[in-house]
């Protein structure tokens, strides 16, 4: 079982950046894929971004490439997702996952979800 709580989300001007994390708890975090996930209101939960479980390997959603890094720090079991040039299509609550399939997209292979923080960017 691992446990997922997500922080540092807020209100930031379009352009501007912001960082938020999610902290596991649980047994054997540093074996899963950590995913970035988000939902906007009357809109289906998409995929953000995924990180290997050693951190090698990365993938994005179009989108978001060249603007966001995801990361993490195994020794901290924490996930990161550092989001630059924010634009208003931004705004959505952001979900962190996880999952025993490396770098996968498809939210139906995340065993483990966080309950969300909110991310609003202004124009």
């Known amino acids: 079982q691992v446990q997922l709580v997500e922080s540092g989300g807020g209100l930031v001007q379009a352009g501007g950046s912001l960082r938020i994390s999610c902290a596991a708890s649980?047994?054997?975090?540093?074996?899963?894929?950590m995913g970035w996930f988000r939902q906007a209101p009357g809109k289906e939960r998409e995929f953000v971004a995924v990180?290997?479980?050693?951190?090698?390997?990365?993938y994005y959603t179009d989108s978001v490439e060249g603007r966001f890094t995801i990361s993490r720090d195994n020794a901290k079991n924490t996930v990161y997702l550092q989001m630059n040039s924010l634009k208003p299509e931004d705004t959505a609550v952001y979900y962190c996952?996880?999952?025993?399939?490396?770098?996968?997209?498809?939210?139906?292979?995340?065993?483990?979800w966080g309950q969300g923080t909110q991310v609003t960017v202004s124009s």
């Open positions: 996952a996880a999952s025993a399939i490396s770098l996968t997209a498809n939210v139906a292979e995340y065993d483990y």
């Open positions: 649980g047994r054997s975090f540093s074996s899963y894929a």
């Open positions: 990180i290997s479980w050693s951190g090698e390997n990365t």
